[in-house]
């Protein structure tokens, strides 16, 4: 009876181990299950309207601080190139890599030490320069930095002007897609967008698909400083108006204009037809034209417009070379005969960009006449016709 009851007993410990197990692996697995969740979320490409993120506070950002009833702890402050706030009685206090509503949740604690249920009010009032990251189908990929404020002579006092965005459904964005502060005499602090961003890096290619243009973003320290990402449909600013897809762009956002396989000439035309772009670009045209050289001419403009616009090919020409010095190192290089008439964005006409090379050869004809021309020169004529003809 005895070995029984102890082998029952080993029996009921084992099921009772496994039973913990189980519960200790279930927790486990859904504990793991939570953590890829998260690290998933961190990564998952979200609606234009769901990046915004709160403002990020950083060196150069001035902020009001107000606590009520007790104003020789209130005033402007700046906050420094170590990321920290001076303030009266708390002295240093970290402010980078917080948003508005954390920053004063870090100063409610702070003031508890001194003072009783204190009320602390944050915002605002000069916003720095911030510094992105433009890349892909732009002219001049590159970091740079976008300044919101101007200065203007009728802002008298402290406003705001806020610009909100609807959505198709008619519901509010959020205010800091499109928020203009007036933030004291001569100077309004305008939100750079993704607009200015692409402005900044002198506009697009003609290779460039606006219609999936890329952000990414951090998030604030407190988040895990990790990275959010959306895709912007930027073409509906251009051809509808839609200005919810031309977001506010924040420090470190990296902004990516992807490539088309194809030339999209309508999409240039209307860049070109707006100040995203420059109106005018540069390539050069030699050989056989009538005024070779460097040329100025719209962009969207093709081959034989820039032959044109260089004074139209003389007389008895041969083929026509082009030559493109792509940004990976290769060269688009391309040899046939003039057509005058041959379609644009087609291989006889291609949509030229920046610094696109066109030269008209000699023919035949044109080289044997400037032969001639050269000997018949009176200075040298007597002596070239008596050394081509075969004297000594």
């Avoid at 020789?72 to 190139?81: A, E, F, K, V």
């Amino acid at each position: 009876m005895k070995e029984l009851f102890s082998s029952r007993k080993l029996i009921y410990a084992a099921i009772l181990n496994l039973l913990m197990s189980s519960s200790n692996l279930t927790a486990l697995a859904v504990t793991e299950s939570t953590r890829l969740e998260d690290n998933k979320a961190d990564q998952i490409e979200l609606p234009a309207k769901q990046v915004a993120e709160t403002y990020i506070l950083g060196p150069g950002d001035t902020v009001s601080i107000q606590v009520d009833y007790l104003p020789d702890l209130g005033g402007r402050y700046s906050i420094g190139p170590d990321g920290s706030l001076y303030l009266p009685v708390i002295k240093e206090v970290p402010a980078e890599g917080l948003t508005l509503d954390e920053l004063r949740e870090v100063l409610l604690e702070k003031y508890k030490t001194f003072v009783k249920s204190p009320e602390v009010t944050v915002r605002s009032i000069v916003y720095r320069p911030i510094r992105v990251y433009v890349g892909g189908e732009v002219q001049r990929p590159g970091y740079y930095t976008l300044s919101g404020t101007l200065d203007t002579s009728d802002s008298t006092g402290s406003s705001d002007v806020v610009g909100t965005l609807r959505d198709q459904a008619g519901a509010q964005l959020n205010a800091e897609f499109r928020n203009t502060r007036i933030s004291g005499p001569n100077r309004i602090n305008l939100f750079p967008t993704i607009f200015d961003a692409i402005r900044a890096a002198q506009g697009i290619t003609t290779y460039a698909n606006l219609s999936n243009v890329e952000v990414t973003r951090k998030r604030p320290k407190t988040q895990g400083g990790t990275k959010l990402k959306t895709n912007l449909n930027f073409l509906a600013l251009l051809t509808k108006g839609d200005d919810s897809q031309n977001i506010r762009v924040f420090d470190s956002d990296v902004i990516t204009v992807s490539k088309s396989n194809n030339v999209l000439r309508e999409q240039v035309l209307r860049a070109r037809n707006t100040n995203l772009s420059p109106r005018n670009l540069e390539v050069y045209v030699s050989g056989r034209v009538r005024q070779p050289g460097p040329v100025t001419i719209k962009q969207g403009s093709g081959l034989t417009q820039a032959i044109a616009y260089a004074g139209g090919p003389q007389l008895f020409i041969g083929k026509v070379e082009f030559l493109r010095f792509q940004p990976n190192g290769d060269i688009d290089r391309r040899v046939f005969s003039f057509s005058p008439k041959a379609k644009i964005n087609s291989y006889k006409n291609p949509v030229l960009v920046a610094g696109d090379v066109i030269r008209v050869r000699e023919s035949l004809l044109s080289a044997t006449s400037a032969v001639i021309t050269e000997v018949s020169r009176p200075a040298v004529g007597a002596f070239s016709l008596y050394t081509l003809f075969g004297g000594r």
